[in-house]
């Protein structure tokens, strides 16, 4: 049944794009959900009332404003939000265009992913980390938190992969067991000791304890040498948009921003060409011969 995925790569790309646009509109409700989902479970340990069963499944997607049932006819991934022209079927209200781009962006980034790695183990696990970081991403982006239930599931994967031995592949995805678990260790106590180092010098917190878990599963899943490159891709990123946003006066000087978003793109765009990208960076060294 996979004999012509593995065949001809353009077939395995096409079917990684469908795939993710279809995890996509997945992602979506856990990125609305999940946040919700945590707060009534906190809620909760004070208050034992029941309420509405409310998790990942149920109840079905709604319409924000009139409440009406989203049909599976119309909650095909991107092509509904196109036929429907971005509005709910019943009553006409305009639909965010956060959700279709959520689910182009999951397919646009599984396709490229299967595009560089190939068909194989390593491709399946580079796709699995680029779902776990969509969801991150938008997460800490609506309310600058990374919940445990996605960043340790997403490091532990990254250590239980590195013994499979895939790490020996061409491609080095996942790492060897010992890369890994360096990496994890390192990728948690280095954002560790830059947090208080900044909380004792400054007196405020830089950033969440989330951000050291997500840095130590990309430090599990990619290996400890690729730590540096992600925390410098990511923090640059972050002083180019926050300088951004200042100018432009979307932000103001001093108001917490979230890191995860950059730690996710920057780990995405490292697990994909980190190794030509360290190379090419210490080719800049390298005498001319001749």
């Known amino acids: 049944m996979l004999e012509p995925l593995s065949a001809s790569p353009a077939a395995f790309v096409a079917a990684a794009c469908v795939v993710g646009l279809v995890v996509g509109s997945f992602l979506n409700v856990?990125?609305?959900?999940?946040?919700?989902?945590?707060?009534?479970?906190?809620?909760?340990?004070?208050?034992?009332?029941?309420?509405?069963?409310?998790?990942?499944?149920?109840?079905?997607?709604?319409?924000?404003?009139?409440?009406?049932?989203?049909r599976a006819i119309h909650n095909?991934?991107?092509?509904?939000?196109?036929?429907?022209?971005?509005?709910?079927?019943?009553?006409?209200?305009?639909?965010?265009?956060?959700?279709?781009?959520?689910?182009?962006?999951?397919?646009?980034?599984?396709?490229?992913?299967?595009?560089?790695?190939?068909?194989?183990?390593?491709?399946?696990?580079?796709?699995?980390v680029t779902w776990f970081l969509v969801a991150l991403a938008f997460i800490d982006l609506d309310t600058q938190l990374l919940p445990d239930s996605l960043t340790l599931p997403l490091l532990w994967l990254g250590l239980l992969a590195s013994l499979t031995g895939w790490g020996a592949s061409a491609q080095g995805l996942p790492s060897a067991p010992q890369t890994a678990i360096a990496g994890a260790a390192i990728g948690y106590l280095s954002l560790w000791v830059i947090y208080h180092a900044f909380r004792l010098l400054t007196g405020k917190e830089g950033m969440g304890y989330g951000d050291f878990k997500l840095l130590a599963a990309l430090g599990a899943w990619l290996g400890w040498q690729m730590l540096l490159p992600i925390v410098l891709v990511s923090a640059l990123a972050g002083a180019v948009v926050g300088i951004g946003l200042i100018l432009a006066q979307r932000q103001q000087r001093g108001s917490p921003m979230p890191f995860g978003p950059y730690l996710a793109a920057a780990g995405w765009l490292v697990m994909l060409w980190g190794p030509q990208m360290v190379s090419g960076y210490l080719g800049l060294f390298r005498p001319e011969s001749g």
């Open 30 to 70: 856990v990125i609305y959900r999940l946040p919700i989902l945590l707060e009534r479970q906190w809620r909760a340990q004070s208050d034992s009332s029941a309420g509405e069963p409310f998790n990942l499944v149920v109840p079905r997607s709604r319409c924000p404003v009139c409440q009406a049932p989203i």
């Open 76 to 128: 095909v991934p991107l092509l509904s939000y196109l036929l429907l022209q971005g509005r709910c079927a019943q009553c006409r209200s305009r639909i965010s265009a956060r959700y279709p781009a959520v689910e182009l962006l999951c397919a646009i980034a599984t396709g490229l992913t299967a595009w560089r790695f190939g068909y194989g183990a390593p491709a399946a696990c580079a796709i699995i």
